[in-house]
């Protein structure tokens, strides 16, 4: 009974989007027991929950937690405001389908989760190469929010830190696909496209999906997504 | 017109207690524009709901927001989870009444609201004398907070700094209840029992009952809190 002892918990979040699907098959394949993490924030791409749901599922995690918090109601995104258009050419600087602290409150969130699972880690997919440009996906973000962690929580203060991933911060896009498809990942299941459809039909002109067909292309892979 | 141009918005996180009041008064006293903002995170004392709504109205803030994110699914606290109950005797290290992360999620929040307010500076009610021993409201968490909100907004990067601010970070009870005084605040209006009934009646046991009791007997001043 020793190995049942040690505790290998991890809280991934999962939009239902390439990147954390690859996180979460990372995760499995690092052995550890994977608690999933989705948040309905009144995104205007709802069918990247229901993705969500069917990758936690057909990936076994022991939990899929989905958690509503309203982000509209703050506005300020083409994400959360459907009278802001999605764009669909590439813009200079932070995009408008930036959402103000979107990655602080999830990360937030899966703090307490973490904690009180027992959990030693939490696996976000952050990815700071082929990336929209926001601010909560660089490496010094993730570095200053590990040091805020270790200070929040009763965890931190009794010396058991939950460790924060994010094994995908330094890959290319075609990198990050090749890696999941390496471990069988079907991305035909994940969702991108910052306007998909209930159905999930991807609109092909938004910078998510931009980011992903590009990827596909330069790793030399099928691309999978309904467009 | 110029005085217009000055942004001097402050989004205020207020529970209905005694400090967010204390904190919110001192902030108009500063002369902010208040936006103020609470949580409906299935509290069990629900009751400081109406007090944060009754005191916003009253003190004049320009917004009130009750943002519900769902912290009783992830459970680990009396506050939240209705099968442990609340301790009515003084324990030893962290409480169980501490809700894992609850701090950094509101705090996370209030900072994408900050940056969609285009506001500068955040108020939350902190105290580190009479508290309860929760790991974040101690200074060391909230530099860290600040440290990593810097860099996890737009605001931060483009040098617009969100200043949190904690002016009770070092006072005692009793101290904080002379400057609300001081400032007319009728302390009548707030609720701090981790257990008061729908009315806003306190337990006056719970370890929050008892540092108010305490504090307003520090003070030599009226306790008008209704037991």
Known sequence: MKEKELNNKAVILISGGLDSATCLAIAKER????????????????????????????????DHKIIPIDMSGIGGSALTDMNIAVPEVETNG?????????????????????????????????????????????????????????????AGIEGHKIQIETPLIDLTKAEIIKQGIAMGLDYSKTISCYQADQDGKACGRCDSCRLRSKGFLDAGLEDPTIY
Request: charged content about 15%.
């Open 31 to 62: 052995g550890f027991d994977c608690y999933a993490l989705s948040f309905d924030y009144g995104q205007r791409h709802r069918s990247e929950l229901q993705a969500a749901a069917s990758l936690s599922l057909s990936m076994q995690v022991i």
């Open 94 to 154: 932070i995009p408008i389908t930036y959402v103000p602290a979107r990655n602080t409150v999830f990360l937030s969130y899966a703090l307490g989760w973490a904690e009180v699972l027992e959990a030693t880690t939490i696996f976000i997919g952050v990815n700071a190469l082929d990336y929209s440009g926001y601010p909560d996906c660089r490496p010094d973000f993730i570095e200053a929010f590990q040091k805020m962690a270790n200070l929040a929580t009763k």
